[in-house]
């Protein structure tokens, strides 16, 4: 499937390290993923909550979690983690949508974003997001691409506040993209 990319660059992003304050007066801290957050991830993950999981990620049960870590927080993927104090409470990816392709030139990611129950709608996911992105961009990636369930208003008014567009309207879920370069 070919995709179709706003002409206009989205942004601007600051890449992490970046702090800020969340709604409820929380200090939050987006940082890059490191493997010392391998960890907090894989516990923030098993305690996710089962009505946030979209499209069977994350996965249940701590091997899946960790296969599926391990999976996208290699080399090729970009990842930054939201920290509470020492507790992961949002981590979000963008995945290269050829990693079965070695010979193929990555020019497209993939994004997902998670934020733990208790901290959503607190800005949390806005900050995550355009760390992501400014971190992408430092990274070389041109173009990111993410699906999310039409009846997801809020997901969907934070991917449009971030500067997606929607890029394929004709099924189910909704395919929003953004140009990064």
Known sequence: ???VYPDDVAGPYEAPPRSFTDREGRDIEVRRFEPSAMEPLVEMYVEFHPEDRAQGIPPK???SVREWLDSIV???GVN???WHGDDAVGHATLVPEFRDHPDEEVTEHELAIFVIREYQEAGIGSELIEALLGAGREGGVENVWLTVERWNRAAVGLYEKVGFEPSDTGSFELEMAA???
């Open 74 to 76: 290699d080399d090729e």
């Open 61 to 63: 049960g701590e091997q």
């Open 80 to 82: 930054v983690v939201a």
């Open 179 to 181: 140009r990064l370069r």
């Open 1 to 3: 499937m070919t995709r």
